[in-house]
């Protein structure tokens, strides 16, 4: 069995945490695999300035790497497309395109009917018209919610992937329940977590050098700092209510966090390797996710979640459905004045009792595990794809 995938991210510069990443890592045991970084969604935002620039020619030097194996086992290959989804016309000349730059590079890894995976709805076109063992969807998030995308197209889009696809599956319950009556078949797969890599983080004592030195006790954030996801306001209020506490922040910015960066107890310390993560998050006190309450947030599911409660650290979040089942481990505030109060009472109470609690409760929500689901329902228990353990 072979694998296709067209990722919802660039394997080159996004952390390597994504389910699609960590799910096409497990396939590529079982046969070639092809993930094919993102596909451009967003219209042209010229408007954008420095930020607009910065991705273009990230964009380029993604294409430029051309197609590469990597350490995770798969190949990685980045099409020149162009951001012209709404124009139909430009359209259809932009997915003849891509569809023949993919038809050599499948030819050149002997690439022939595979599974087909979609993580990002501007595959659609070209996914459907591939020949194919069968087709997956990954609804991970409200794609229409995405910040400059044509928004009927996406819908269009995911509507023709639901309708087509032999399964999809949903990380959020909720959306999940909403939708899965307009699939053939849909499931709800709860995300994973690399388990033992963030449990053998604490057992290593050095810690990174621009984190080592800033003064506990630590709250602590790691993800991409955006704005349809991070609240700035709020977060600086937080900051302000507790000035004894040190704020770290661990990710990329997109947005400007000027005057939150100004204030003396908040460090940006910039996006780090996948594998630095855990040793970054060992050195938190508190870990804590805050975000803007939007249609995304709502059908949204954290890995970072996973990954705090991995390495035993107490978190406070602000409320969204998929933490209902994290009530016992996760303390919930939708208030800067609350979320101020529930970090210092996670600092107070933490003990070895509520860490192997924490950990316990992510301990067998593996990606093997999610894997092996995935794999399980397209084919079977007893199917020979799964005569090994992956």
Not at 14 to 32: E, P, S, V
Not at 139 to 148: A, S
Request: charged residues 25%; positive net charge.
């Amino acid at each position: 069995m072979d694998f296709l995938c067209f990722g919802g991210e660039d394997w080159w510069y996004h952390n390597h945490g994504h389910i699609d990443f960590q799910l096409m890592r497990r396939f590529a045991k079982r046969g070639i695999t092809l993930y094919v970084n993102s596909i451009i969604m967003q219209k042209p935002g010229i408007s954008q300035g420095r930020k607009f620039v910065q991705r273009f020619i990230r964009k380029g030097k993604s294409i430029f790497k051309g197609l590469k194996k990597t350490n995770a086992g798969f190949w990685v290959y980045s099409p020149f497309s162009l951001p012209v989804h709404h124009i139909p016309v430009l359209r259809f000349l932009n997915d003849t395109i891509l569809q023949s730059q993919i038809n050599r590079v499948m030819h050149k890894l002997k690439i022939h009917k595979p599974l087909i995976w979609v993580a990002c709805p501007t595959a659609c076109n070209i996914a459907l018209k591939f020949e194919k063992h069968c087709l997956v969807y990954q609804r991970t998030d409200r794609f229409e919610e995405y910040p400059d995308v044509d928004v009927d197209t996406i819908r269009q889009y995911d509507q023709r992937l639901k309708c087509n696809a032999d399964l999809v599956i949903y990380v959020n319950y909720k959306l999940y329940e909403e939708e899965k009556k307009q699939c053939k078949k849909a499931i709800y797969l709860d995300h994973g977590v690399d388990y033992e890599m963030f449990v053998s983080a604490e057992q290593d004592i050095i810690k990174p050098v621009d984190i080592a030195g800033i003064q506990r006790p630590i709250a602590g954030y790691f993800g991409s700092i955006d704005s349809h996801k991070f609240d700035t306001e709020f977060m600086e209020k937080v900051v302000d209510l507790l000035p004894e506490v040190s704020f770290v922040f661990i990710g990329e910015t997109l947005l400007d966090c000027s005057k939150l960066l100004s204030k003396k107890n908040v460090w940006m310390l910039g996006q780090k390797p996948y594998k630095q993560i855990p040793h970054y998050g060992k050195c938190f006190d508190v870990a804590i996710m805050t975000s803007n309450q939007n249609r995304w947030i709502e059908a949204c599911n954290p890995i970072k979640l996973k990954e705090y409660l991995a390495l035993g650290k107490p978190v406070v979040s602000i409320p969204f459905p998929e933490l209902e089942k994290y009530e016992d481990v996760v303390y919930q505030a939708n208030t800067p004045e609350k979320f101020a109060k529930y970090i210092k009472k996670s600092l107070a109470e933490d003990n070895p009792e509520r860490i192997a609690s924490r950990r316990n409760k992510v301990s067998e929500t593996t990606w093997d595990k999610k894997a092996q689901i995935v794999l399980e329902t397209l084919f079977g228990k007893n199917d020979d794809y799964l005569e090994e353990s992956l």
